[in-house]
Structures are given as C-alpha cells and as structure tokens.
C-alpha cells in the first residue's frame, strides 16, 4: 500500500471501541491519543465522553493554532529589582496549560484542538511532555515562586528519574489523557499534516461517523450512559492501573509477556520480517518505531479477551501503522487459534506439534497460555502442580523435550517471566 493510500485510509474506530482505546492509553507513563477527521465528526463530543469513561474530574483545552511561543514556553524577562542579574521565567499561560499546581494529581483531559495547526515551536515543545525516561529538569525559584535561570540561561539538572510531563519548566498536572484533535488536509480543512515526531508519541486514529451513536444522542438514549458505556467495556480503569503497577514494578519484566513483545522475538528469530524497517511516514500515517513498539507492548498487557476484537487491531494500528499492526494483529491471531492444537497434544496426539521451529514458536506461546489457565492447576498452585507429572507431565515432559532446543531455551525463558519454575523439572535441566 502506497504511503499516501494509508494516510488517507487512517484507523476509523467507532465510539465503542475509541472508549476502550482511551482506557487502554492510560497504561502508558504519558497517556496520548490522536483523533484525527472531518470537520463535525464528532470529536469534541467524544472528548466528554472519554472524560467520563476514564473518571476525569476536569478538562482543559487549548486550541494549537499558531500559538506564540509563551503561551507554552513561558515568558523570560529581566528582573526589574536587578536589571543585571538572572533573568526571570514566568509560568506558561495557566487559560492554555493545565499546571501541576493548579489540578495536582486529579484525573483529567487535556485537549488540544487544531493539532494540525501548530507551529515548529509548539510541537518542540510539547514534544517534551511526552518523554518517560531522561534527565529531569529542575530550576531554581524565588519566593515569588517564579523560575530563576543561572545567567547561560540553562536549568539545573538533577536525576535521571522522570518526574511527569513538565512544559518551560514548570510540572504539569501529572495524571492526565491528552487528547489531541483536528483535521487532515484532505477533509476540507485549512490543516497541515501533524509532524511524525510528534505524532510518533500517540495512539492515532481516524474518525467514523456512526449514524445509530448520533440518534442515540439525539433521542438522549440510555446506551450512551456512563453505566451502560462501562458495562461494554473488557477493562475498567481500576484494570488498567492493576497493570501499569505490574509493568512499572522495579522488580519485576516490564513487558515480557506482552503479545507484542513475543510477536517480536518471533520475527527476531525467524528473520523473515524486520518490524523496524524505515517507513515512508511524510504522509501524515503512523509508524512503527521503538518507541511505538513499547506502547504498544504496555497496553497489549491488559486483559483483552481473545486479542481478536477490531479495538485491540485498532489499538495496534494505532501505535505501530497499518503495515507493522496488521502484521503483528495476524500473528497474535493465529497464535490463539493454536489452542486446540495445545490441547490435542495435551490429550496424547504429539503428532499435533509442528514440526517446524517456526510453527513451534507459536504453539510454545499456546501451551504456556492453557497451562496458566487450567482450572486443575489454579487450584493446587502451580508449584505444586509443576510436581504433578498426571497435571502437568504433557508440558514438563513431553513438551518440553520434543521442543527444538533453541525453541525450548525460549519456551523456559516466557516460563521464567510468567513466573513458572522449571528449573526443578528433569527435562529443562539442560536449558538452565
């Protein structure tokens, strides 16, 4: 598919489904979500709804057309009392910005309209809020509580620990959904295309219109309440955060066990398909990066059911570009299917393991999923099920040692991150 052809084809999602998208952007360290369309879609309508699906308790928004730099910057200006001395830097403008000192940690939206209209300067800008790792910026201040640069003009760095999004200096509400909204150039709009560095850094999608979500608003329904959007919704908010928590754990593997993660080991060890190949991204459509890749890897570790649904696709076209996140939708599709291969083998048919390397990736993957939800296992604990040759004996045993070797050494690796010990099992001695 031509660049151009998928700029124009975006990632239309439904209301339905961008209401799990914008559930599913809280997992990230800096929450970001893209809604691009025509003008009257329905975008700004939306934007109260995510508010009420992920419990906001305010919005702010700021309208990106050709802001001057201060308005985001902040405004640096001699000190009158000391005309010689550092300078002063005031406060980006509190109408546009949503401060850390003014919301705190309260839950909220920020939305930022027009966001094919802003200039160099913002996106530069902004581009700060969106950087989870790196030198935190602290400056010093007076009693004022204005920032005080030294005379070079350059802050005091301290730490590599990320603080939360901050913008000319000063912190900005730190639990909050950005939300930008827009055009494209093609929609009848005076709008630019967003630059990919900026868009690089969101979950985009594309506007659709839906006829029955606009006469249920017409006609006040009850399906577009907060209960009933909750109640359609795989995960909650609470969900959400029980996962980032894991994620975020210092202790803990991060992303090991994403679908995301392990469809990328996959192509790492096949070598068919280079998922960070360069992207002809001028167009305004989304690429794969590594930074996208970990995006998408953080919310693929939240509870989607079947991992076949149009949201979770949706989710990774949305971060990853329709070649890469078609790519990776397929593989973790057929992964599932593999099941009931798993389960043939699990009743005695060791015919049913492939005998390709490359098919027994992905039975691996379906083995270690059936086996972490067997009821059988729940029950006992699966230390002690491990022990149990009639209970796990297909896996520890049968499996595992059938298993070409470097396909096994990656089989006890998803088992270690899983939390599964097959360092006492017999058959895994050699893979220690």
């Not at 998208?21 to 109260?48: E, H, N, R």
């Not at 581009?127 to 640069?149: C, I, S, T």
């Not at 003009?153 to 939300?179: H, Q, S, Y």
Request: hydrophobic share 35%.
């Amino acid at each position: 598919m031509k660049p151009q052809d998928e700029a124009r084809m975006g990632n239309d999602v439904s209301l339905h489904t961008m209401l799990i998208l914008a559930l599913a952007c809280m997992v990230q360290k800096d929450p970001f979500l893209i809604q691009l369309g025509a003008a009257g879609s329905g975008k700004s309508w939306l934007v109260k709804k995510l508010a009420q699906v992920i419990g906001a308790v305010w919005i702010k928004r700021t309208n990106f057309t050709e802001q001057p730099y201060s308005v985001y910057g902040g405004q640096i200006y001699p000190n009158p009392a000391d005309p010689g001395g550092p300078l002063l830097k005031g406060a980006p403008n509190r109408v546009d910005v949503p401060l850390y000192d003014e919301h705190g940690s309260d839950r909220g939206i920020y939305n930022i309209e027009e966001i094919g209209n802003g200039s160099a300067h913002s996106y530069n800008q902004f581009q700060d809020m969106f950087h989870p790792d790196g030198e935190v910026v602290k400056y010093k201040r007076n009693k004022a509580g204005k920032v005080v640069l030294d005379d070079d003009m350059m802050p005091i760095r301290v730490g590599t620990e990320w603080e939360g999004p901050m913008l000319g200096g000063f912190k900005c509400a730190d639990n909050m959904l950005i939300v930008g909204t827009g055009n494209r150039p093609y929609d009848g709009a005076n709008s630019k295309i967003v630059p990919l560095p900026f868009q690089n850094r969101a979950l985009v999608t594309t506007s659709k219109p839906d006829l029955d979500v606009l006469l249920a608003d017409l006609k006040n329904d009850p399906s577009l309440s907060l209960e009933s959007m909750l109640e359609s919704l795989p995960f909650r908010m609470k969900d959400v955060l029980a996962v980032k928590a894991v994620i975020e754990d210092p202790a803990g593997h991060k992303c090991a066990t994403s679908k995301v993660t392990q469809w990328l080991e996959f192509e790492k060890r096949s070598k068919k398909h280079d998922p960070l190949k360069e992207i002809e991204s001028y167009r305004g459509q989304q690429a794969a990066t590594g930074r996208t890749y970990e995006r998408a890897a953080r919310a693929a570790m939240l509870p989607w059911g079947d991992y076949r649904s149009d949201a979770f696709e949706a989710m990774l076209i949305g971060y990853l570009g329709r070649e890469q996140g078609e790519k990776c939708a397929q593989w973790i599709g057929t992964t599932r299917h593999i099941i009931e291969d798993v389960k043939k083998f699990k009743a005695g048919d060791l015919t049913a393991l492939p005998s390709s390397p490359d098919k027994q990736y992905r039975f691996c993957i379906g083995a270690l999923d059936l086996l972490c939800q067997e009821q059988d296992i729940s029950d006992q604990g699966l230390e002690v099920a491990l022990h149990n040759k009639q209970l796990t004996g297909w896996f520890t045993h049968d499996l595992l040692g059938a298993l070409h070797k470097g396909v096994a050494e990656y089989l006890y690796d998803q088992c270690q991150y899983k939390g599964v010990d097959l360092a006492q099992c017999a058959t895994a001695s050699s893979l220690k």
